[in-house]
């Protein structure tokens, strides 16, 4: 394949994908996401090859591994097109019979979706509630493309952003991003615009751009999805984002622990450049940017921008100080704007549609969608993505299926690790950063933890405490040495050896981390035990006084749920 | 020159100075373990935090010894928030660190008397602060020690833990840095002996040749004279002497 | 001093990476994979080779839980402790192989068959608790369960 040279050779190459393919034929779309991974996806995805070729429906069906739709609860996940129709828990022994019904236009019952509520069968993927309350802006074209195949994301109108972004001037494009009120997807909601808009005035001639695939916060995997499903669509967002701010060099930073997301996004890296949508001269506007991947070792804390940028130049993840953004001076001193991965790629959503358009989408302060991972004890696990200002309950009811086994609803941890349980009595909040902040937790990455009334709260401050304590990177005194003493103390409370002050106590050093600590992964560390504090004091107070743990966690003479 | 006030004291101070630089100049106390002018500001001990205001009205608590001064900069440096914070700190301190004086003396100082937290053993003084190993780095070039591991079980230490390392040059800059003691250099009968909180090095010290005193560790005579491009027989003789 | 084999294996990655110091971390992700952990002699020869102390090579190779000083078992079992799986029972499950291989967590067996170790999270999360072993994911682990999957590992 000739590089692409002009906006021309773009849609002529389209125009040869598209034409190429058959409306009439039907694709069997099958989730090879990691999570479909765990129910043996490949060995369904090889069963339907076999089976195709086995019935003579090459011509008339195609087969294609599609990145992670976000119903992990119900995999492998199968869907055939154009018909619509939506499998699920699908084993390979089930394939002959999906491949036979493809061929008859039936459909195999056995396999649809079975609403909880009405008892009723579902056949189409849009009616699946589940998902019917869901905006899919950003994961939905997950199910749409093979996300090894550029040409798949050509097809859908991939890298058209990029065609009309080069179109425009930079300060336009900044200009766009700052009127759609994107902020940061990766924790403190930085508006998006804003950082570009820094980072392109600082002076200096290098500048860098990053892309933050440091996916940290246990039970949250949007990132992972994106990366491994769509990643084009990242690459896309970066490549925009490196014209608008002026930078020739980019990096994107992918946990180690995600394999298949680095070996579909070196691919994707490759295929641009073959294209020439990335490396020198892009589509032939003298636009050059490279981007190089780089796996992380192993660090939470490689969250933090500056630890992140310290990893990069080979050094250990400590962060720094950021009195001097990391916008004028990041990776190597040079000004450098770091974004996670869901806000990329957002970007050429904007782009497209324009500013106006995506800034309908929301509440006052919170722009767009937001991908959640809905974990726990819940019914439908899975990635979400709904209009900021969705209620707790709405993700957790309607489209979660709320909460398995005939058990309670008792609490949702959001933010991850950082942030902070929500109890019952919030669930009617409209989920944005703002309000988020205002409840004592954080948006974060958006992962979401719902716990059942047999989940114990001291034993969840405990957990998160001592994923922290083993996460801090331990530069700074009061985050390595606060959260050591906060295990122990909870320990010693969820093991029975609680003392009366032991409450006050960690309320002291939670302060004193929370206003002392160098970097925001310390700042916000306490979070899971001040709120824990805050909403289930009666259950600390159960544990030391009454040596009981009223869930029937902790091995301290359980009482069993009433 | 930017104007600020510190504790309500109109001072001075030089553009680019921290504002912990500024306050020892014009003799205001902040407490601090791990700043070292010689090398780059780290921030770690927390210990130097104040509370400012800026000329736009900005209020929040920053580490005095990375925040630089700038034009209409309030600075206090003893609040109750402040005292409260330190206070904890040296807590976390003293049960980090309950044999070190450097720590008992500060904890007398500010009132704390411990008891409340479990304290540990084995840490042997250091604080991890890092002055030694950026000392060892910054200053004298070498990188002989550093940081390894992460979070709680930080530590101290040689490349590989391992007592007599080859990197180090037995300078003892290390020693002179650390605030709390942890290092400690002895000379005696022609040796050198540095112990670190976790390993220990001997070095063999080279003798005047005039006055017969051991001056300096061979293996640091050696890698001076090599820096520096000078023959070693340039350091026969001590620096007493050769004045 | 490192055997001839590791030489050249940290020759090949160094050359991979053009000597890049900023690629640390990258460089012993690499060499790891090849030699399948990360000997002191190895570390001391990607330190002359890149030009980076060995105390720095040695703070980022005890830094990140990547990383392996010593040697792996044939059969690398990670136990998910991200918080889906934490409130499904990870760690009983994690308990019972600590028990049944007489090993804790980021410990190798002296047999060299199993190395046991912890990951916060997979993202597998509608199949907690997941072990993984290699590259398969076993999802849905029980204590009782998780005996008979390791036995499939030789």
Known sequence: MAKLKSFGDLETLKKSITGKRDPKKSVI??????????????????????????????????????????????????????????????????????????????????????????????????????????????????????????????????????????????????????????????????????????????????????????????????????????????????????????????????????????????????????????????????????????????????????????????????????????????????????????????????????????????????????????????????????????????????????????????????????????????????????????????????GMIVMDDKTCMVDMARYYTEFLEGESCGKCLPCREGLRHMKAILTGITEGRGKKEDIALLEEICATIGDAALCQLGASAPNPVISTIRHFRAEYEAHINEHKCPAGVCKIGAAAVK | MVKITINGRNINAPEGVTVLHAARENNINIPTLCENEAVAPYGACRLCLVEIKTAKGRQRLVTSCLYQVEEGLTVQTNTERIQKIRKMLIELLLARCPDSDVIQQMAKEHGVTGGRLTPQTGNNKCILCANCARTCEEVVGVSAISLSKRGVERELTTPFGEDNSDDCIGCGSCSYSCPTGAITMEDKNGTRKITWPHNEMKFKMKKCSVCGQFWAPVKQVEYVAKTSGTPVTDYDICPNCRE | MADKKQKEVVKQVLQKHQHDKALLVDVLQDIQAEIGYLPKEVLVETSKGLGVPVSRVYSVATFFKAFSLTPRGRNLINVCMGTACHVRGSVKVLEQIEKELKIKAGETTPDLKYTLETVNCVGSCALGPMVIVGEDYHGEMTPEKVVSVLANYK
């Open chain 1, 29 to 446: 779309a099958i989730c090879n996401g990691t999570g479909c991974q765990a129910y043996g996806c490949k060995s369904v995805t090889a069963a339907f090859q076999d089976e195709v070729k086995k019935q003579n429906l090459a011509d008339k069906v195609d087969v294609m591994p599609i990145g992670c739709p976000g119903f992990c609860e119900r995999g492998t996940l199968v869907m055939v097109r154009p018909q619509g129709i939506f499998y699920q828990r699908v084993r390979p022994k089930d394939v002959p019979e999906v491949v036979a019904a493809i061929g008859k236009n039936s459909v195999v019952d056995r396999l649809l979706f079975t609403d909880r509520q009405t008892g009723a069968k579902v056949t189409h993927e849009s009616d699946v509630p589940f998902y019917k309350k869901q905006r899919r802006l950003i994961i939905g074209n997950n199910g749409l493309i093979d996300s090894t195949s550029i040409d798949d994301y050509l097809a859908i109108g991939g890298y058209n952003a990029l065609a009309k972004a080069l179109k425009m001037k930079p300060e336009q494009i900044i200009d766009e991003v700052k009127k759609s009120g994107l902020r940061g997807r990766g924790g403190a909601g930085f508006p998006t615009g804003s950082k570009w808009e820094t980072t392109r005035n600082a002076h200096d001639e290098v500048k860098y751009i990053i892309a933050n695939a440091d996916e940290g916060d246990p039970g949250a995997f949007m990132d992972r999805a994106l990366v491994e499903g769509n990643p084009h669509s990242v690459l896309e967002g970066m490549i925009i984002g490196a014209y608008a701010i002026g930078s020739h060099q980019g990096y994107m930073y992918i946990r180690n622990e995600y394999p298949l997301a680095v070996k579909n996004m070196r691919t994707a890296i490759q295929m641009a450049e073959e294209y020439g949508l990335l490396g020198k001269n892009i589509l032939g506007t003298g636009f050059d940017f490279t981007l190089k991947i780089q796996r992380g070792g192993g660090a939470f804390i490689c969250g933090e921008s500056t630890a992140l940028m310290a990893s990069l130049e080979g050094k250990v993840g400590e962060p720094r100080a950021k009195y001097v953004h990391t916008s004028e001076q990041g990776l190597w001193g040079k000004p450098t704007n770091l974004n996670n991965v869901e806000t990329w790629a957002n970007v050429p959503i904007i782009i497209n549609n324009g500013a106006a358009w995506y800034s309908q989408i929301g509440t006052k302060g919170s722009k767009g969608t937001k991908i959640f991972s809905l974990v726990g004890n819940i019914t439908n696990t899975g990635l979400v993505e709904v209009p900021m200002g969705t209620t707790l309950k709405e993700i957790v009811f309607d489209i979660g299926g709320g909460i398995p086994k005939g058990r309670k609803f008792k609490a949702v941890q959001t933010g991850g690790p950082s942030g902070g349980v929500i109890p019952e009595s919030m669930l009617d909040m409209p989920v944005d950063y703002d309000e988020l902040t205002k409840a004592g937790s954080m948006m974060g990455s958006g």
